[in-house]
């Protein structure tokens, strides 16, 4: 991946995920966080 698609998808995610927080608030962030933190240490356990 060059570095010009990755700083296009990473503004595009900043993006959404600031237009979902003004729309629909934070407080799903915090569990769509916490399964991310779960998806990462079960990924790991596979490495």
């Known amino acids: 991946m ?3 698609i990755a700083i296009s ?3 595009v995610l900043l ?3 600031g237009i979902d927080a003004l ?3 934070s ?3 915090i569990f769509l966080t916490k399964k991310f ?3 990462i240490d079960w ?3 596979w490495r």
């Open 2 to 4: 060059d570095t010009p």
């Open 9 to 11: 998808l990473a503004v």
């Open 15 to 17: 993006t959404a995920l």
């Open 23 to 25: 729309v629909y608030g």
């Open 27 to 29: 407080e799903h962030l």
């Open 37 to 39: 933190v779960d998806l």
């Open 43 to 45: 990924l790991a356990f």
